[in-house]
């Protein structure tokens, strides 16, 4: 563990952050940085290490923060969720962690940590015992800005055309029985969108529905691994808070349509927005809780859709709550 917490891969994600240099210097000490990353360890610790310290800094420490705030002061959370108690973990308030959250929890980080793994497994494979190139490329010379844009660019395309493909036709199709039943019985067995829900399935309908979208751009387009870490940033970000179920959002228009979008599948019982943009979705018609009304645009989804959504998850919560009133 000693390459994720050292100085020079640190220095990668922090230096062009804190440093108070001029652009000439930053670009000149980022390059000494990422060099002596490079030349110091190999080319998969180096993928891997900045893989996983990407995917902590950016999504697995915010929102084990989010989720233990939802859970320690629910009636401080509330006030900020979408669709109130019903977005808090285990769709209630309440000041304890209970076995149900904590596996909800656990799988989660469990699911973040297994796409890792198979990306460590490909990589071996490819280059240790096939005798490939990597998939990703590391190396000394640094992606030109244009290289990281066009590249960025295709990644989310494509990430989005995947996602909703395999979303739509696999895990709601009745042509892949399995894993969609798998997808219903966990994912969709909850009430709504809460922190750390984002990587919340059965391992197997995640590594299709999130690891295979997110990580095939990356080696169809062979990125360098500096534009692929700057790309899985973007995606722990947006996950961390479109899976959040806030109104507050950092960027309300962008970020906050994509939570809007992630909670209306969860709550309409998946009838559409299987891509994270939107975009698939509009294309194909399979857009619901459209935000467009008659006459104006409005930044929220329809009410009548909200309360039409709302109901059964409440409906399902209090059933629940009873149930396990009585088994006591």
């Known amino acids: 563990m000693e390459a994720l917490f050292s100085i020079p891969m640190l220095s990668v994600f922090l230096v062009p952050v804190l440093s108070s240099y001029s652009t000439s210097l930053n670009l000149l000490f980022f390059y000494m940085t990422w060099s002596t990353l490079v030349l110091s360890h190999s080319r998969l610790r180096v993928e891997l290490f900045g893989t996983i310290a990407v995917r902590i800094l950016f999504y697995a420490l915010p929102s084990i923060v989010f989720f233990l705030f939802d859970i320690l002061t629910p009636s401080a959370a509330i006030l900020i969720k979408a669709h109130g108690s019903t977005g808090l973990p285990g769709g209630r308030r309440r000041r304890r962690i209970h076995a149900k959250e904590l596996k909800i929890a656990g799988w ?37 800005p244009f290289e990281i844009c066009r590249d960025l660019s295709l990644a989310m395309l494509g990430r989005e055309f995947l996602t909703y493909v395999i979303h739509r036709y696999a895990l709601h199709s009745r042509w892949s029985p399995m894993l969609a039943k798998r997808h ?90 299987f ?54």
């Open 108 to 144: 989660a980080l469990f699911n973040l940590f297994l796409g890792i793994a198979v990306q460590g497994v490909l990589e071996t494979v490819l280059v240790r015992m096939l005798g490939k190139r990597s998939a990703l490329k590391v190396s000394l010379k640094l992606p030109m």
């Open 184 to 273: 219903r019985n966990w994912y969709h067995s909850l009430p709504a969108p809460f922190p750390l829900t984002a990587h919340y399935d059965h391992p197997i309908p995640y590594l299709v529905n999130k690891f295979i979208p997110t990580y095939a751009p990356a080696i169809i387009f062979r990125f360098h691994m500096l534009t692929y870490l700057l790309y899985l940033l973007f995606i722990s970000i947006e996950e961390t808070f479109a899976y959040s179920g806030y109104t507050v959002m950092p960027t309300n228009f962008f970020l906050g349509g994509i939570a809007r979008r992630t909670d209306m599948h969860l709550l309409m019982g998946a009838r559409g927005n």
């Open 275 to 328: 891509g994270p943009w939107g975009i698939m979705d509009w294309i194909f018609g399979t857009v619901v809780g459209d935000p467009h009304s008659d006459d104006e645009l409005s930044d929220e989804p329809d009410e009548r859709d909200i309360r039409k959504a709302y109901e059964p998850a409440k409906r399902k919560a209090v059933v629940e709550s009873s149930a396990k009133a009585r088994r006591r």
